[in-house]
């Protein structure tokens, strides 16, 4: 019960004096716990404005949208990928910067985002403020912790690898047109199947939409007398030679003056005013016309309709040139023998030209005959491999495989006439490096039988290195951020929770009321300090311990049976000891993902975690009991896949993924050791670097 003015009224001089100097004190105490939580304040405000820099200045671009797409907030780096200053970019239009053929893509991405919690992904085709047009990796995911509908969106910038990778589907259009005319003109002597078949060529096999040849008629008139793809358009439509406006497009200028004509986006040239229209309407965005000549003069044109603009630059136009001059020598050729002997001559030098740029081109590119023999290397490729034509050309190619079994799976794909895209190897140089590349191959047959293939090669060992240092640095960045939370901002929270705690007991000896509302304050602090322990697991999960990876693995069974009901087991017949930290941690990261990507796809009863050793080797296995690996596979792997075999790669191992008879999947991640729990492999011991700095 508390003391009342009636009682204190009765109380002895001696007995107030004490009340009132106990008071007094409760007063100071109750005014430095205040302090106390006001300095803690400051220091929660402090941690909060450094991780506020983090996203401010992180690698990539971050914005985060409403369900209306406006730009609510944005870091620098989307400031300077899209051209405008990050504060000018609040409260814009998201869509101001997608490009028109892009917004159907951006509208289904944010219709998965605001339907769904998980991270959803895409490609976008962006025209930032100064016009210059990108294409970036998109990664959504919709903002639960907002009371408004939002959602947070990254960016990676990856245009030039999609021009890299443009530039190669273009070249291979380019000689496959070069090809296709070739053998249509050695093999088919009538005029009339000969242009047809240029044209089926140039559609089917280099990627136009429309491709037409047109002779000039004598009443100026140009009259189409071949054509494949959107035939359509040319019903009805109206080209001349003359200079007028029916006349000055790409095809007339092209027979009128004598020379290749190149509209880069017809959309934007006035000469193209009189179709453009119908040319809108068709799809067809870039034209290219080239002269046919015959005995000297010229007698139509050849000309070829892509769907978007800009669809080659200058070189390789100059080798489709070579499509219209051939074109003109096989006219020739058919009207008599002369004609012969100068398609002839043209086919030389199309050799000619195609020999050169083989030896010119700037990737690698490789000849090898159906058992696997290197018939012929350009320089680039050899300077690759840093060995001289003497050394390489004759030797098998599995040979300057890192991996021998690389060369025979690639073999093997192009025995049954698979074209093979993007298949990554590691090749080994003369001076014991090693080099990554990605191989696209393709094989050529005749009357059913295996002749040769080529393969063209592109150096990725920069863009691996970089990705590898990026994978590095970001995991020594949670280790330090986990490090920072539990040191830091944990005891701090700590500290907080035992002045709570006795600021609540106090008052609750006094049966004040505030000693409830104490009590709420430190049920928060203690939640917080839950939430910081256990983001802090997440950031780093495995221990610096021998025994570290064997411990996460079975706490990450265990959280995966509580939080997906999935049975999840983990087995380990015998102690298997790592040193090394960053491998522990890499393979900790290979288990994490394969069992998201398990539970994701497969929806799984049961999951299986295994981890051995056996002489000279970590072997890691996955297994689930799930949906398995569709029929087909498709063309490229997603990003967790990729990621696994990333972290393989850094610390020299190697991933298999296998489909299971009785069904299900088993991935298995196999890490070849010097010693016991150590690794060989040299990109771990920089790894260690970055740790020690």
């Known amino acids: 019960m508390g003391t009342t003015r009636h009682d204190v009224a009765q109380m002895p001089v001696d007995d107030v004096q004490r009340l009132v100097h106990e008071l007094q004190v409760h007063q100071i105490e109750l005014e430095m716990q205040n302090d106390e939580l006001r300095r803690t304040q400051v ?85 930032n403020k100064q016009a210059k047009r990108l294409v970036v990796h998109v990664e959504a995911v919709y903002d ?50 000969l242009l047809d078949e240029v044209c089926r060529v140039s559609v089917e096999t280099g990627g136009f939409k429309l491709a037409w040849i047109g002779m000039a008629a004598p009443d100026g008139s140009v009259q189409p007398v071949a054509q494949a793809g959107a035939t359509e358009y040319l019903d009805g439509i109206r080209v001349v030679t003359r200079d007028e406006l029916e006349g000055r497009g790409a095809v007339g200028t092209a027979i009128r003056e004598n020379r290749p004509v190149v509209i880069e986006d017809v959309g934007r040239d006035t000469r193209m005013s009189p179709w453009r229209e119908r040319l809108r309407q ?27 603009a800009d669809f080659f630059d200058e070189s390789e136009l100059g080798l489709l040139t070579q499509v219209s001059d051939e074109i003109s020598y096989a006219l020739m050729a058919i009207a008599g023998l002369d004609a012969r002997k ?35 290397a350009n320089l680039a490729q050899l300077n690759l491999l840093g060995y001289p034509a003497q050394d390489y050309v004759g ?91 539990h040191d830091g901002l944990g005891q701090l929270l700590g500290g907080t929770a035992y002045l709570a705690g006795t600021l609540r007991q106090k ?70 000891l790592i040193k090394d930290n960053a491998v522990a941690t890499h393979l900790f990261r290979i288990a994490q993902e394969a069992i998201t990507n398990a539970i994701k796809h497969g929806k799984p009863g049961r999951i299986e975690i295994g981890l051995t050793e056996t002489p000279g080797r970590i072997n890691l296995a996955i297994k689930d009991n799930g949906a398995g690996m569709p029929a087909r596979q498709r063309k490229k792997s997603g990003m967790g896949l990729r990621i696994m075999r990333y972290r393989a790669g850094m610390i020299g191992g190697s991933l298999a993924i296998q489909k299971e008879p009785d069904g299900g999947t088993t991935i298995v991640c196999t890490v070849h050791v010097s010693g016991e729990g150590d690794t060989k492999h040299p990109e771990v011991t920089r790894e260690k670097g970055i740790k020690k700095d």
């Open 43 to 127: 220091e929660l405000e402090q941690a909060r404005d450094r991780y506020a820099d983090l996203y401010d200045f992180a690698p990539s671009a971050y914005l985060t949208l409403n369900a209306q797409g406006e730009i609510l907030e944005a870091n620098l780096n989307a400031g300077e990928l899209l051209g405008l200053e990050r504060g000018r970019l609040i409260h814009q239009k998201f869509t101001r910067f997608i490009a028109t053929e892009a917004q159907d893509t951006f509208y289904l991405l944010c219709q998965r985002v605001f339907s769904s919690d998980a991270r959803q992904s895409a490609e976008l085709d962006l025209v």
């Open 507 to 576: 008052l609750a000896a006094k049966s004040l009321p505030e000693a409830r509302q104490s009590g709420r304050i430190l049920e928060v602090i203690n939640e917080a300090i839950a939430q910081t322990r256990s983001l802090a697991r997440g950031l780093h999960p495995v221990e610096p311990e021998p025994n570290g990876l064997m411990v996460a693995l079975q706490a990450l069974a265990a959280r995966t049976k509580k939080l997906f009901h999935v049975r999840c087991h983990f087995t380990c017949p015998r102690p298997v």
């Open 144 to 193: 639960p912790t907002s009371h408004r509908r939002q959602c947070r969106f990254s960016f990676t910038d990856i245009t030039e690898r999609k021009r890299a990778e443009e530039r190669i589907v273009q070249l291979n259009r380019v000689q496959a047109i070069l090809g296709g005319v070739d053998r249509a003109i050695v093999r088919i002597p009538d005029r009339q199947k």
């Open 282 to 308: 068709f799809g067809l965005h870039y034209l290219a016309a080239f002269p046919i000549r015959i005995a000297g003069k010229v007698a139509g044109a050849f000309s070829i309709y892509a769907p978007r």
């Open 395 to 485: 030797k098998s190619f599995v040979e300057f495989c890192e991996e021998p079994s690389q060369g025979h799976e690639l073999l093997e794909r192009l025995a049954t006439k698979e074209t093979v895209r993007n298949f990554p190897m590691r090749r080994r140089c003369k001076d014991g490096t090693i080099r990554h590349v990605l191989v696209d191959a393709n094989s050529f047959w005749s009357n059913n039988q295996f002749e040769y293939s080529s393969i063209f090669v592109r150096d990725i060992t920069d863009r691996i290195e970089l990705e590898r240092e990026i994978l590095r640095v970001s995991d020594w960045e949670r280790r330090r951020i986990a490090q920072d939370l």
């Open 342 to 376: 100068q398609a002839e001559e043209a086919l030389s030098r199309s050799e000619r030209n195609l020999s050169v740029f083989f030896n010119q081109a700037p990737i690698g590119l490789l000849w090898l005959s159906a058992s696997g023999t290197i018939l012929r």
